[in-house]
């Protein structure tokens, strides 16, 4: 399983930005996808996850009412769009995915990794 993370740039506080992460894997559609952040100096921490088929979603505190985790099985692609974007949102981000389980918050429940997007909020 190969996952390229894209879309990261740099933006002005209140902002948006869509994150796309392209999954090289035979049935995608049965893979949960998480994404995680990891900020200068910080441990990687959870951001959002979604079930196989999207109908179950998770995400973090710092995150809920501003980012959307959504997923095109036909496309073999999770998105992660973020809105309202805060500079404590600067990090690198990452995909990540598994199909043992479910949607999880956890770097342990995830097998695979992309290479990571960075996410830049600064004015």
């Known amino acids: 399983v190969q996952l390229q993370a894209s879309g990261g740039g740099l933006v002005r506080p209140g902002e948006s930005l869509t994150l796309s992460c392209a999954a090289s894997?035979?049935?995608?559609?049965?893979?949960?996808m998480g994404w995680f952040r990891r900020a200068p100096g910080k441990e990687r921490e959870f951001v959002a996850a979604?079930?196989?088929?999207?109908?179950?979603?998770l995400y973090a505190d710092t995150v809920k009412g501003r980012f959307i985790i959504s997923r095109d099985n036909a496309k073999n692609t999770v998105y992660l769009q973020m809105d309202s974007l805060k500079p404590e949102d600067t990090a690198v981000y990452y995909c990540?995915?598994?199909?043992?389980?479910?949607?999880?918050?956890?770097?342990?429940?995830?097998?695979?990794w992309g290479q990571g997007t960075q996410v830049t909020v600064s004015s």
């Open positions: 990540s995915a598994t199909w043992r389980g479910y949607a999880s918050s956890q770097v342990s429940s995830y097998d695979y």
């Open positions: 894997v035979l049935a995608f559609s049965r893979y949960h």
């Open positions: 979604s079930s196989w088929s999207g109908g179950s979603t």
